[in-house]
């Protein structure tokens, strides 16, 4: 046994007070305010928006569910539940340096360290007991199948339904029928256990938030089309993602992109761009980026490129319609581009390398991510016949422990130099 | 015009003097704790050789692992580059790189200005690089400049497994225990390491002429392996260990002329 076991034992039981306590999310809100002050509005939205999330999951006013991020929010506020992201507490966990404590505790509890390192932080939360418990689970197989698994041995350990919303391959109009099938029983079921019947009102007013939200995403990726890039891609796959899969059909949300298009604006209008000097403009694949610690924006920043733009923030839905509310919600869906043959993906991606002016890609292949990393060769071996150069970075998202520094910085720069 | 390349790897420090077209001299040493110390003994004992000194030179650019800890080196530039330009130097017909230095391997596709084209490097782990095969000849006992040699001595194929370097010796151990010939065991490791080198390099468009560089390039045994499994023109410089280094020299030339 360790000599600072109990030490540790009373840290962790001290640490589940804290942070299952509703009151906990105001003070640090407050603080937050405070020493943030001086960051962009939109910035503090998202605070804003995080600290009621996580009051809110520990008050329990609404049903609160998990899910994950490629299920569509707007079913949750409709139905009126609270939906939780443990995948991206996760990544807002190793931003804060905790995540490896987290994996240590679900690797030791038999979780293997093949499992998504997001997952593993959101397992050593659950089995320290650090996080409010949810009274149902939701989740896509979209693009990861191993946050299903991981929810389905989650809806065992907290004993509450879990629902499968099941993704087909191909975008079709039957797996469209199938998929809207599926929302339709999953949202009747819900709506029988806590009496929320889902009018027409209801839908026709959360499908405009997220459809206005949506305008205003697509918007600030006008924007970003800009020489220089206004908006770094790095801050793009933090909390501006947070607000991209949980967002969308919550006033918050709405806010929140309004302001951020607002500044984005102003920084257009006045040709402000991240760096001061601009020389390469990259596009970043795959949903995420290393979250703990690391060197990769300096090295970027050290050899002016920026990320102008990164695949996941790329608007690929049409906009809703509260007409035909299951139709509609399963066309989003399946209008994923990561989903289905890799084509889909290259195409949208060629697409994106021409209209943000893209000098080079890099595709971050997290080891958690299988779907994504099967692909990169392909990806990879297309741009370069069209001329243009791709760095596959194998990394993890949230484990710093398979980070190297060194080894990083020298990909990193070695593909700059190619560029130049 | 008089200028130096340091290539400050990770279990080797190569130092290089450059003047005009010609070589002046070279030093590699090991490197060790004190880093900052050695790179100037490194640089100083390579500059005594040439009978040059610190002032006269012109520019100094700085490669390999530690190239951000040279604080006097005019510049900074990943070994990547510089073993493209340090083998096109050499041979001009170079397409392809095939770096295996101590702590990772490379493989570099390159046009005839010695430009990057594309490149692929390890994992993170050992397997197929040089600390790899130093911790096998320890295992077995054998010096590791003596690997290549006794390899060539082997009459028996023997096939290594495990790539991991902590099973690799484990199972190196156990073939001795059984009575394998050391240099048919080496033989082995040389084959698993080539296998593992070339299926990473043909992710790449694989051209003539391959040249390999890195220490691990002046193992006959291992060059052998790879050219049996490469089926390609290799080239395989006097000095492999000084690519880099020859390399950062031509980059901190093109350094004086573009000033």
């Known amino acids: 046994m360790p000599d600072n076991f109990l030490n540790d034992d009373f840290k962790s039981a001290l640490i589940k007070k804290i942070a299952k306590n509703s009151n906990t999310y105001n003070i640090i809100k407050a603080g937050s305010k405070l020493y943030f002050r001086k960051s962009p509005e939109s910035f503090k939205i998202w605070l804003d928006f995080l600290f009621y999330q996580l009051k809110e999951a520990c008050k329990k006013r609404k049903p609160v569910v998990w899910t994950n991020i490629y299920t569509p929010s707007e079913l949750f506020y409709a139905l009126d539940l609270f939906p939780i992201y443990p995948e991206v507490i996760s990544g807002v966990l190793a931003s804060i340096g905790t995540a490896n404590y987290l994996i240590e505790t679900s690797e030791s509890k038999f979780y293997t360290t093949d499992l998504c390192s997001f997952y593993r932080?959101?397992?050593?939360?659950?089995?320290?007991?650090?996080?409010?418990?949810?009274?149902?689970?939701?989740?896509?197989?979209?693009?990861?199948?191993?946050?299903?698994?991981?929810?389905?041995?989650?809806s065992k350990y907290y004993n509450c339904e879990y629902y499968l919303i099941n993704t087909p391959y191909y975008d079709d109009l039957n797996s469209q029928k199938y998929l809207a099938a599926q929302l339709e029983e999953i949202a009747y079921?819900?709506?029988?256990?806590?009496?929320?019947?889902?009018?027409?009102?209801?839908?026709?007013?959360?499908?405009?938030?997220?459809?206005?939200?949506?305008?205003?995403?697509?918007?600030?990726?006008?924007?970003?089309?800009?020489?220089?890039?206004?908006?770094?891609?790095?801050?793009?796959?933090?909390?501006?993602?947070?607000?991209?899969?949980?967002?969308?059909?919550?006033?918050?949300?709405?806010?929140?992109?309004?302001?951020?298009?607002?500044?984005?604006e102003e920084k257009v209008n006045r040709k402000i761009g991240v760096l001061k000097e601009e020389k390469h403009r990259i596009l970043w694949l795959h949903q995420v980026r290393p979250y703990y610690k690391n060197e990769i924006i300096q090295n970027l920043k050290e050899n002016k490129a920026v990320i102008s733009f990164e695949e996941v923030s790329y608007v690929y839905w049409q906009a809703l319609d509260p007409?035909?509310?299951?139709?509609?919600?399963?066309?989003?869906?399946?209008?994923?581009?990561?989903?289905?043959?890799?084509?889909?993906?290259?195409?949208?991606v060629y697409n994106l390398v021409r209209e943000y002016k893209i000098d080079g890609v890099i595709h971050f292949s997290q080891r958690g991510c299988r779907q994504s990393c099967g692909g990169a060769y392909i990806i990879k071996d297309f741009l370069q016949e069209k001329g243009i150069p791709m760095l596959i970075l194998d990394g993890d998202g949230a484990d710093s422990r398979n980070y190297s520094k060194g080894q990083t910085r020298t990909r990193i720069e070695a593909f700059l130099e190619m560029l130049s | 015009m008089t200028v130096a390349g340091l290539d400050v790897g990770s279990l080797t420090i190569k130092t290089l003097i450059l003047e005009d077209e010609k070589i002046k001299s070279f030093t590699i040493i090991p490197t060790g704790a004190d880093v900052n110390k050695l790179i100037r003994d490194c640089l100083e004992m390579t500059l005594k050789k040439s009978g040059d000194n610190f002032k006269n030179l012109s520019s100094i650019v700085a490669t390999g692992y530690g190239r951000i800890n040279v604080p006097f080196a005019d510049k900074s530039i990943t070994e990547i580059t510089c073993h493209a330009l340090g083998a096109n130097w050499l041979n001009p017909e170079t397409r392809t790189v095939i770096d295996i230095g101590g702590q990772d391997s490379k493989v570099i596709s390159i046009d005839k200005n010695g430009r990057v084209v594309d490149f692929i490097m390890n994992d993170k782990c050992a397997a197929g690089t040089g600390r790899f095969l130093e911790v096998m000849a320890q295992a077995l006992g054998v010096k590791t400049e003596e690997l290549g040699n006794e390899s060539l001595k082997s009459k028996k194929k023997i096939t290594i497994s495990s790539m991991c370097t902590v099973f690799a010796e484990s199972e190196v151990i156990s073939l001795v225990a059984e009575g394998c010939a050391k240099e048919d065991i080496i033989r082995g490791l040389h084959k698993a390491i080539s296998n593992r080198i070339c299926s990473m390099a043909c992710r790449l468009r694989l051209e003539n002429i391959i040249t390999l560089t890195g220490g691990v390039a002046k193992n006959t045994g291992m060059v052998q392996a790879l050219k049996k499994r490469l089926k390609a023109k290799v080239f395989v410089p006097e000095e492999?260990?000084?690519?880099?280094?020859?390399?950062?020299?031509?980059?901190?030339?093109?350094?004086v002329y573009s000033e």
Not at chain 1, 189 to 215: A, D, M, W
Not at chain 2, 241 to 255: E, S
Request: net charge positive; charged share 20%; with cysteine.
């Open chain 1, 121 to 154: 932080v959101a397992a050593g939360l659950v089995l320290k007991d650090w996080f409010p418990k949810p009274d149902l689970i939701i989740s896509s197989s979209q693009l990861c199948d191993g946050s299903t698994k991981f929810f389905r041995n989650m």
């Open chain 1, 189 to 264: 079921k819900i709506g029988k256990v806590n009496g929320q019947h889902l009018s027409n009102e209801k839908i026709n007013y959360f499908f405009n938030l997220s459809n206005q939200t949506r305008e205003y995403i697509i918007k600030l990726n006008e924007f970003r089309k800009n020489v220089p890039s206004p908006l770094s891609g790095w801050d793009a796959m933090a909390y501006i993602l947070y607000m991209f899969f949980s967002s969308l059909g919550a006033k918050k949300g709405l806010r929140f992109y309004h302001t951020l298009y607002q500044e984005t």
């Open chain 1, 323 to 348: 007409q035909r509310p299951w139709e509609s919600l399963a066309q989003k869906m399946t209008s994923n581009f990561g989903v289905g043959p890799i084509e889909r993906r290259i195409k949208t």
């Open chain 2, 240 to 255: 492999p260990q000084i690519v880099g280094a020859l390399g950062a020299a031509i980059a901190a030339r093109k350094i």
